[in-house]
């Protein structure tokens, strides 16, 4: 099925392999230039109808909130200067367009008792039926992956049983985002139930014989989908499922399997300070260990101290606006 439909569907799928090949991941870019792609084809389009009217009335009958709208067109804006370098057009019609004003985005932190809660949670609500118990097992040591090492969501679950190295207590990541590789160590509790999971697995021929590290039924590959319900359930049955809160010029985000890497960022990061060592120091370690390309890219978690500073920051905006 084409994801484009305008006269531009070819040029949008070139853009895409070459960033593509750049390193970029392709889902949020291919998002961006629908929306764009589907508003050229409701408004039969040419290429003499780009100006920056045409941006401007587009942007106002986009439903979505100002920070999307913005990350969107940036990258409609990278596309265009594609198209200048392509000889395809001369001048980028966007250029001269301002960006909407942000809310400001304030992420939700498990504390170091709340990320531990929500993994006991994960055990205690593992099926032990045959048709679940190996998918249920694999979504646990992907939460904890991701909380105890800091992975990214996609990076356990394209791990290959062979990217996993119990001698020396590794992981080798390959190829995620900005197509970098990285072999990390692992902690030694978060390894013992890797292993245990492999056992486990010997059990199960079908799935023994995949290539994947975390499996569902039949040895296919976990998906992000299956992870969302479960993840789901165990916030749920902690009472930790809260919604976005929305205050102001502030976005209190609601968790999600990002949050647990967020997490991890902020926690170690504050760990560190308490043990009296050097945080400016540490980062670059931090970074690296994260798949980060740079160091500043892991500041950028860094809005607020810990789980308790973001509730004390939602309880005074509460406060605030009920007041006002």
């Not at 118990?133 to 979504?139: E, I, N």
């Not at 789901?232 to 809160?245: H, V």
Request: charged content about 25%; proline content about 4%.
């Amino acid at each position: 099925m084409k994801r484009f439909k305008s006269f531009l569907a070819e040029q949008m799928e070139d853009f895409i392999e070459y960033r593509f090949q750049l390193g970029y991941s392709n889902t949020s870019m291919v998002y961006c230039l629908q929306l764009l792609d589907i508003h050229m084809v409701e408004k039969q389009v040419t290429w003499a109808s780009f100006d920056p009217l045409f941006f401007i009335r587009f942007r106002a009958d986009l439903e979505l909130e100002n920070r999307s709208i913005n990350m969107s067109f940036r990258m409609i804006k990278i596309f265009f200067n594609y198209l200048i370098r392509k000889d395809l057009i001369l001048k980028n019609p966007l250029q001269e367009i301002t960006e909407l004003q942000e809310n400001q985005v304030i992420p939700f932190i498990f504390s170091p008792e709340e990320t531990d809660l929500f993994l006991k949670a994960v055990i205690q609500l593992m099926r032990t039926t045959e048709k679940f118990y190996l998918s249920d097992f694999s979504a646990y040591i992907a939460f904890l992956l991701m909380a105890r090492c800091g992975l990214r969501t996609s990076e356990p679950l394209n791990l290959l049983k062979t990217h996993y190295r119990p001698e020396e207590r590794t992981i080798y990541i390959e190829k995620t985002k900005f197509r970098k590789d990285r072999l990390i160590p692992i902690p030694k509790a978060v390894a013992h139930e890797i292993n245990n999971l492999l056992k486990i697995r010997l059990l199960f021929p079908d799935e023994d014989d995949s290539l994947f590290l975390l499996v569902k039924v039949k040895g296919d590959k976990l998906i992000r989908m299956f992870i969302n319900r479960r993840f789901k359930k165990a916030l749920t049955y902690i009472n930790l499922d809260q919604p976005r809160k929305i205050i102001g010029t502030t976005n209190f985000s609601r968790p999600s399997h990002h949050s647990l890497r967020h997490s991890f960022a902020v926690n170690t990061l504050k760990r560190i300070k308490q043990q009296g060592k050097s945080c400016q120091n540490a980062l670059p370690v931090l970074a690296a260990y994260m798949g980060h390309s740079k160091y500043k890219y892991t500041t950028h978690y860094l809005k607020i101290l810990d789980a308790e500073h973001r509730r004390q920051m939602l309880d005074f905006s509460i406060s605030k606006s009920e007041g006002a």
